[in-house]
């Protein structure tokens, strides 16, 4: 099993819709949790950490549920600058490594 | 701030040859610098972790003889790899981490492709 685990997508979503992703981490002993965005042949940035009480930044929410191993993505009110891959990062304890998960495309259509 | 400079942006090479990959933090020391490699629509896999002055730590199933990495100063980190093959074509990103927290700054990768 895969230590980050994406949907890979493609999500093709109309503009202005809401769209939410998951992923899924197996090492119980993640502490740190990031979403990433990746556009096409350029390097990740990051987009926001993800913390165990949630954390919203804009239009962008991000959730933590560590009972059920997994860390949620919302994109309210979606732009077409909103197309990307998102990369789910996961940092387990003891250990300055990111893990990442394969990705989930999004195509916001116009 | 938090720059990450990578040189060059891209590269063809034939078989064969080695190829010198440069990773820069512009306006901080980098007191680690993380080499990831990415083939197409697959994820960033950690290849090696350095430490300035130190030798390079490697991931599982990644040759130190074939990537080479030194990291001779704060500010630069350097990948070789030695004779390339066409597998070995892939986008190569590093990153850079800092005295404060554990945030990673990447550079904008290198492209590379092995005829």
């Known amino acids: 099993r895969k230590e980050v685990e994406q949907d890979p997508g493609p999500f093709n979503v109309p503009e202005g819709a809401t769209v939410a992703f998951n992923c899924t981490y197996s090492n119980s002993a993640s502490q740190s949790f990031f979403w990433y965005r990746q556009d096409c042949r350029k390097e990740p940035k990051l987009l926001m950490s993800v913390y165990s009480s949630g954390n919203e930044d804009g239009r962008f929410t991000a959730q933590l549920n560590r009972a059920s191993q997994y860390i949620s993505l919302l994109i309210r009110d979606s732009k077409l600058s909103d197309s990307a891959t998102y990369l789910c990062?996961?940092?387990?304890?003891?250990?300055?490594?990111?893990?990442f998960g394969t990705g989930t495309r999004l195509t916001i259509i116009p | 701030g938090a720059v990450v400079s990578q040189h060059p942006s891209w590269v063809i090479c034939k078989s064969g040859t080695s190829v010198k990959i440069e990773c820069r933090s512009l306006d901080f020391q980098a007191t680690t610098m993380f080499w990831y490699r990415q083939f197409p629509k697959q994820s960033l896999m950690l290849m090696a972790t350095?430490?300035?002055?130190?030798?390079?730590?490697?991931e599982q199933g990644v040759e130190k003889d074939k990537f080479l990495i030194n990291h001779a100063s704060l500010t630069l980190s350097t990948l070789t790899v030695t004779s390339a093959h066409p597998e070995d074509s892939s986008f190569y990103i590093c990153?850079?981490?800092?005295?404060?927290?554990?945030?990673?700054?990447f550079g904008p990768g290198t492209r590379l492709t092995v005829l």
């Open positions: 990062v996961v940092i387990s304890f003891g250990n300055e490594k990111l893990t």
């Open positions: 990153s850079a981490q800092g005295h404060r927290g554990n945030e990673q700054f």
């Open positions: 350095s430490n300035e002055g130190s030798k390079a730590t490697y």
